[in-house]
């Protein structure tokens, strides 16, 4: 089984919400990971945990907050976002962060920012 | 740096087809792993094929395969027997270091029917 599963698919939010995504896998992965994609555009990584704690924040800023409940989950909690917020969040997972592992990734949660 | 480059943002071919597309990179490590994910347009990236450095043999998987030229820095994909199924954003990616996948900025393929 190599699924990384989101929730929610598409989600509408204004820019005073307060909204959370949620990422998971039941691989046994120690390593999980958000990006932001826009369109046409390739994935651009913002934060990596390893071992359920957070190993790189690619000066995202502080509205959006991750968090790594246990091995398998992964959150992004987002509060006060921009129109420019607005694309599609990947999540994605692998055995560890060494150089030869292969990330799998979720199909992703659409976000719209009005 | 380390750093990816496809230089063929969009490709069109007919179904049944070989296409190639291609990809640069620039390191200074001597083992690394490269990869192709697929990205087809309801957005999951999947996996394509993956080619690692210190093996001289190009990676293949049933219709994909790479040509992998060290020496020139080259990681091109080799689509056989393209089919509909095969339309897809292409990325080829590169692990950076510790923890980072670089991607390219991608290739646009079309299969026509």
């Known amino acids: 089984d190599t699924e990384v599963t989101q929730t929610p698919k598409h989600l509408v939010m204004g820019m005073t919400n307060k909204k959370s995504l949620k990422c998971e896998q039941h691989?046994?992965?120690?390593?999980m990971y958000w990006y932001k994609q826009k369109a046409k555009k390739p994935p651009e990584l913002m934060f990596v945990?390893?071992?359920?704690?957070?190993?790189i924040n690619e000066s995202v800023p502080s509205r959006f907050s991750p968090e790594c409940p246990n091995s398998s989950l992964l959150n992004l909690h987002l509060h006060a976002l921009q129109p420019e917020d607005s694309a599609l969040y990947l999540c994605?997972?692998?055995?560890?962060?060494?150089?030869?592992?292969?990330?799998?990734f979720g199909p992703g949660t659409r976000l719209l920012v009005l | 740096a380390q750093t990816v480059t496809q230089s063929q943002p969009e490709m069109s071919v007919q179904e049944a087809e070989t296409v190639t597309l291609s990809c640069t990179y620039d390191?200074?490590?001597?083992?690394?792993?490269l990869f192709w994910y697929k990205q087809p347009p309801s957005r999951q990236m999947i996996l394509v094929i993956r080619?690692?450095?210190?093996?001289?043999q190009n990676a293949t998987e049933n219709r994909f395969s790479v040509n992998f030229q060290k020496a020139a820095k080259s990681f091109s994909l080799k689509i056989s027997d393209s089919q509909l199924g095969d339309t897809a954003m292409y990325f080829c990616?590169?692990?950076?270091?510790?923890?980072?996948?670089?991607f390219g900025q991608g290739t646009r393929l079309t299969i026509n029917p």
């Open positions: 994605a997972s692998s055995q560890d962060t060494t150089y030869q592992e292969t990330q799998y």
């Open positions: 691989m046994g992965h120690r390593a």
């Open positions: 945990y390893s071992y359920e704690k957070l190993s």
């Open positions: 390191t200074s490590e001597n083992n690394y792993y």
């Open positions: 080619q690692e450095a210190y093996k001289q």
């Open positions: 990616a590169f692990w950076k270091g510790a923890q980072k996948l670089v």
